[in-house]
Structures are given as C-alpha cells and as structure tokens.
C-alpha cells in the first residue's frame, strides 16, 4: 500500500429486515459515515465491516440475494450513505462473520457490489475469511477461533456459501428452536462429527489449493495461511463441555467477560510475525465487548470493535450508554508506519479515544 490512509473498523451491527433494535444501528450508520468519513479528505479512506454487519447465514443464493435487498430496502438511508462513500472513493470492505457467511457467495458479493457502487463495483470488497493489509492489520471477524462457531472449511463459501458446509454446533442447536430438546441435541451431536471431519479436510491437497488462490489475494506467504488455517481446532472433547459451561452461567444471569486480548488472538499475531508478516494491530469482532490491549509475546496490538446492537457485553462506555458506538481508528502516514487505537462514536457529540 503506498500513500497515506485512513481506516475506519466496525462490526456487528446486525442489520436485519426489521429495525427493532432499541439502540437503532442502522439508524446510527449513516451519521457516522457522512460526519466521519466522508467529511475527511487527502488520503485514502476505507471502511471495513468486521462481520455480522447483517442477518445472512443458512440460506440458499436466491434466498440470500432477496434478504441482502430486503435488508438495504429496511435500511435505506445506510444504503445511501454507503453508496455516498463508495461514489466519493472510499473503499467499502466487508468481513464474513457466522452471522452474514453468506456474503462470500461469489453472486451474493457481486450484488452488493453492484447495489453500493454500481459505476465502479470494485470499490466494494468482501472477505470470506480475513482482510490483509500489510505490516499494517488484520481484520478478522473472530469466530474462526470459537469452537461453537468455527467453520472450519471457511473458504468454500466463496464458491457456493453454506450449501455443502454443515451448520456449526450453536448454530445447529438454534436452526429449529421449536424442535425437542434431544432433536437439537442430536443435530448439535451431528454438526460437531461433521466438523471434526472438516478439521481433517482443510489439511488434505484440494484446500491447499484454495488456501494458495486466497493467499495470492491477501498478499500473504502461502505457508503463513496455512498456520493460520490450522491455528484453531474444533474438539468435541473440549468443545462441549465449554458450551455447557457458558449456557449454565447463562441462565445464571451471568457472562464470561475478558479484560485482556484473548489467546487466539496472540497466535495468530505471532504466527504472522514468525513468517516475517508482522502487523501493528488485529482486529476482530464477534464477542460484543469493545476493547484495546497488547499482546503478549508481540509487538501487534489488540482491538475488539464490540458492537453497535443493543447486546454490549464489554465494560467500556457503551455498556451504559446506548448513543455511544465503538470503532477502531487506525492511521498509516505516508512511511508507512501506523497509529491509532479504539474509539466511540456519539452522534452528538464526535468521537472520543476509549
């Protein structure tokens, strides 16, 4: 990348065909793009969506074509002012999460494209796995690292979305809350041999070969996205018990809430480094909780983009307050070298650091 950039990072917005959210994302979307992105100028502008940015998983093509427009039609002044950035050269990317997979459907990702920024569609870029900008972040939605929701093959939805590809485990216990409590079970019991044998078959020749085309796409060493790959197991033997565990202190009222980047997320930084990959942060959503800290063991640092729906579950301001939004800033000068950190978005009163 060469010049100077702007990156805005948010995820987790959870756009769907209704909007009764009580805190109002896509109501909150357009202010902040107008008043924050396109009021800036000089550099390179990208704005990056790290997952569950809409309601878009377990459906077939024709299924998510529809609910992608019925989601914009919903949200239409998000649609123009997405379509605003895109017009004005600010690239638009957007990251699967377990939420909104079905964005990697080559079709589905083209019709976003065309919807956002039909006169120049390359302005809109979606990313089946993680985005890549090097020496500088990663932007990955995180639920590759939960064994609940990994989807170990992830890069076959870029082919044909979910249509081949089991259900993760708490997606499979959630596709038919109307079903016996053992029907689900023995659907979870199903989901988790199938990923167990997904785990097998990312490490066999035919994945090799699609890891090599995404590698050539993110500009990362092949032998690097292959650790990365690799870097999270689904296990039933542990899996299970863990679910167990989070659903009991669920109904206890309780939540398991870190204070300190997670484990996964320092693998995966220190795997790149060791491949002379290095970058100054990693980015990812999917746990709710916004926050920043540094990794152990490495230079990069960690920023969780929370979320902008009503289900905070972080202990930073937005927890309470329901008009402020978190985000990560991130600045690259014209050397090359980046800064930058966690933020919160109010439409009434600008942006402060975390």
């Not at 990156?7 to 909150?28: E, Q, T």
């Not at 990313?127 to 020496?135: I, R």
């Not at 942060?281 to 729906?309: D, K, P, Q």
């Amino acid at each position: 990348m060469n010049g100077a950039a702007r990156w805005w990072l948010l995820s987790d917005l959870h756009l769907g065909v209704s909007d009764d959210d009580p805190r109002r994302p896509g109501a909150a979307l357009p202010g902040f793009l107008r008043r924050e992105v396109l009021a800036g100028a000089g550099t390179q502008r990208h704005v990056v969506f790290v997952g569950d940015t809409f309601e878009l998983v377990g459906l077939a093509e024709d299924e998510s074509l529809a609910r992608l427009e019925s989601i914009l039609i919903q949200h239409l002044d998000t649609f123009r002012a997405l379509d605003a950035c895109a017009a004005r050269g600010v690239q638009l990317h957007f990251v699967c999460g377990n939420h909104d997979v079905e964005l990697a459907r080559p079709s589905v990702a083209a019709h976003l494209s065309a919807l956002l920024s039909p006169l120049e569609p390359t302005r809109v870029q979606v990313h089946p796995w993680f985005l890549h900008v090097p020496h500088v972040l990663v932007a990955e939605h995180g639920h590759q690292h939960h064994a609940l929701h990994r989807i170990p093959e992830v890069l076959r939805s870029a082919i044909n979305g979910t249509d081949q590809l089991n259900l993760p485990p708490l997606a499979a216990w959630n596709a038919d809350p109307s079903s016996s409590r053992l029907s689900r079970a023995g659907a979870v019991a199903r989901s988790c041999l199938a990923s167990e044998l997904a785990e097998r078959r990312i490490r066999e020749p035919e994945y090799d070969e699609m890891l090599q085309s995404e590698s050539l796409r993110l500009a990362l060493d092949e032998a690097a996205l292959r650790d990365l790959a690799r870097l999270s197991r689904f296990r039933t033997v542990s899996a299970l018990p863990r679910a167990a565990t989070r659903m009991m202190l669920a109904a206890a009222g309780h939540r398991i809430a870190g204070e300190v980047g997670p484990a996964a997320a320092r693998r995966f930084a220190r795997t790149l480094e060791e491949h002379g990959s290095g970058v100054a942060w990693y980015v990812s959503g999917h746990t709710h909780r916004a926050l920043e800290s540094a990794l152990e063991g490495c230079t990069t640092r960690y920023i969780n983009t929370g979320t902008w729906c009503s289900d905070v579950r972080g202990r930073g301001p937005d927890q309470l307050d329901h008009r402020s939004f978190p985000y990560a800033l991130v600045d690259v000068d014209s050397n090359g070298a980046a800064s930058g950190g966690l933020r919160y978005w109010r439409a009434d009163g600008g942006s402060a650091a975390a």
